[in-house]
């Protein structure tokens, strides 16, 4: 079980938007930053998101993150075919461990 | 530009201990925290811990008592020791670093998929 929660699996088609939850607790979300990663088939995660809502160089504007309270999400618009990945969320917890959710696979219809 | 590179045996037999060490180049491994993330075939990533570049660490209270974490600064390299393998630890390892004070994953190494079979 991980300590932040993510939907396994969410899909839209191409052009919509789609939203990605990450649900935590005051000890993690509630009181550190949220971070986002993006994995392709294959390869290794690429940071997507930091600090709940910076991009990173590189990064379209289509993706944006936010945080509130005990939970965060991912936003992607303009859904792109090549946005078909898993989607990983990333704070800290107690004792500053580091912890990530359980990823969400995005399928682009 | 910042590349890890991971290396090391890609087979491990129970019970013994998987060894892998992460290069850095392009870079120091001076000012940052460099972690250890392992990724289960078909699963998600799990933290296993971090070493600073003064030698601080920290791990997953879950591996805790298997894990070691060293650091060479002199040759830019860190490690990973896990004893006591079974065939759970089966998986992807991943050397990332972690800009201080930010807590993110900015760089990672391409994976070493790592057996544990007899």
């Known amino acids: 079980q991980s300590v932040l929660t993510q939907p396994p699996s969410v899909s839209g088609a191409p052009g919509q938007r789609v939203i990605i939850s990450c649900a935590g607790s005051i000890s993690n979300i509630g009181t550190y930053d949220v971070h986002w990663y993006q994995q392709l088939p294959g390869a290794a995660p690429k940071l997507l998101i930091l600090?709940?809502?910076d991009r990173p160089s590189g990064v379209p504007d289509r993706f944006s993150g936010s945080r509130s309270g005990t939970s965060a999400s991912l936003t992607i618009t303009g859904l792109q075919v090549e946005d078909e990945a898993d989607y990983y969320c990333q704070s800290f917890d107690r004792s500053l461990k580091r912890v990530f959710g359980g990823g969400t696979t995005l399928t682009v219809l | 530009q910042v590349q890890l590179q991971q290396s090391g045996p890609g087979l491990v037999k129970p019970s013994e201990t998987l060894s892998l060490t992460c290069t850095v180049s392009?870079?120091?491994?001076?000012?940052?925290?460099w972690s250890w993330i392992r990724q289960p075939p078909g699963k998600g990533l799990e933290w296993i811990g971090y070493i600073f570049y003064t030698g601080s660490i920290s791990y997953n209270p879950s591996l805790n008592s298997r894990v070691t974490i060293s650091i060479d600064t002199s040759k830019n390299q860190f490690s990973l020791n896990l004893n006591s393998v079974t065939a759970a630890d089966t998986a992807v390892y991943y050397c990332?670093?972690?800009?201080?004070?930010?807590?993110?994953?900015?760089?990672w190494g391409r994976g070493a998929l790592v057996t544990v079979s007899s």
């Open positions: 392009g870079g120091s491994t001076s000012g940052y925290y």
């Open positions: 990332a670093r972690e800009v201080a004070g930010g807590g993110c994953f900015d760089y």
């Open positions: 600090r709940n809502s």
